[in-house]
């Protein structure tokens, strides 16, 4: 909670916050994700969605698993372009599926619709760990954060990442991600 402590200091005369938070509800979290849940709930309760303050963007690992299956565009383009491929994240998101959602935060009313929505679908745990969407949203964060904004990448997981052989890179290549 370190990282939520930072979150909530205020930011420089100006400058917005940008926030992103990627939700591991793989299976390995089963019985072990309501806390983190519960986690992300009072960090985002704490955001100020008012226009220049602070944007949202969530993404739960299982979203990007469900689009791998059965030979999929998506698994055919993380096979044609490897990690730090230029065209890797632009193909990716040209699939205009919601790997990488930007939350509404403007009314206290799709406030806490997001808040509802997290409690009730965010401990579902189901599937594998994927890396890659730490890609897409550092991708999202770079697009729009403005040279007096801050960015904040959160990674609520834990830990047990896609084994290499199942994934499309080495064990080398993720570290130098």
Known sequence: MIVATLLIAPSA???????AILFDDSGSMG????LPTFGAQV?????DGRPGQDRLFTARMSDFVSALEGGSRLAQILQQYGPGHPQRVSSINALGLPFVKEERLDQPSSHQLLLETISKEWPSTDGRTP???IELLLERLAAVT???DEAFLIIMTD???MEPDQMDITAQEFRTL
């Open 159 to 161: 830990g047990k990442f």
């Open 13 to 19: 005369a100006g400058a917005g916050r940008n926030i």
């Open 43 to 47: 960090l985002i309760s704490t955001l």
């Open 131 to 133: 890396w890659h969407q």
């Open 146 to 148: 403005g040279p007096d």
């Open 31 to 34: 019985g072990r994700s309501h």
